[in-house]
């Protein structure tokens, strides 16, 4: 007897008194089955309150009704949004979305984008880590179409869906300087990622076209935390000619500038990339580098579903998703 838990097919072999390849095979209306068989296996589903894990089962059988997504960083809320996107356009084309994470681990990226393959997913939208992505090429030339979602990558034909990465950063900084800004703060991760390295280089087309050249001081990459930006920013406030802004790369950046920032009052103007959650309750006014996530994951997943749905080989184009400059938080 079972005593909690969601019941299982053994469950269900054992309430019916057959066996687990009976279960499966009425479960999976193949045929040639006994009808007194059926009888009993549909009555002990009824009974238990069973029901079939179609996710499950897919991925075991293989299906192209099924989707893989392979994350750079479910850490990174960004990424949940956008997976919650690509769920909602492809459950209403009667698609499922598996997602999984590389944590930015290129042989992780690989192994899980193979796997996802070799479970015969319908196509795959995927945040590359990996400079090369040339292992996906078998898979591509026999019909599992790609697409690249945040940054683009290398080595097979496959579409591309990005943010307007370096024109949000030029317009952030140049409104910086526009407004009289001189010593301008950046604070960015690992140039080695190509939407940090767009931003850094549209913040310094910023300059640029101003005329100016940025202080190289003021510029810190490698911040891959709230805490390594906020000591980043900590030790710009306390050197002997502090900056008046700051320009974050992402939302972690952003974050550790404010802690280091908002506890001492700081008159530090400070603009970011990436919103995020309850930006509008900061107690001063903070710009932010927006974009509509949601429309990111739905171009993608809309992408991939026309190539599995068309069989049409990918055109290897890039769309883009705009950016704009709001004001969140701020006292009344």
Known sequence: MRSSGRPTMVDVAAAAGVSLKTVSRVINDHPNVDRAMTDRVNDAVARLGYHRNAVAASLRSGSRDTIGFVSADLANTVYMQIAAAMSSVAVGRGHQVVIASSEEDPAAERRLALDFCQRRVGGLVLVPTSSDHS??????????????????????????VLIDNRGGARAAVGELLGEGHRRIAMLLDSADIFTMAERRDGALEAFALAGRRPDPDLAVMGLHTPTAAREAMDRLLDSSDPPTAVFCGNNRATIGALQAILPRDAEVAVTGFDDFEMSELLPRRVRIVAYDV???????ATILLDRIAEGAPADGGTRYVPTRLVDRGGRA
């Open 135 to 160: 292992y996906l090429a078998p898979e591509v030339a026999h019909g599992t179409p790609v697409v690249f979602l945040d940054r683009p990558g290398h080595g097979i034909p496959a579409d591309s």
């Open 294 to 300: 949601t429309e990111l994951g739905a171009l993608a």
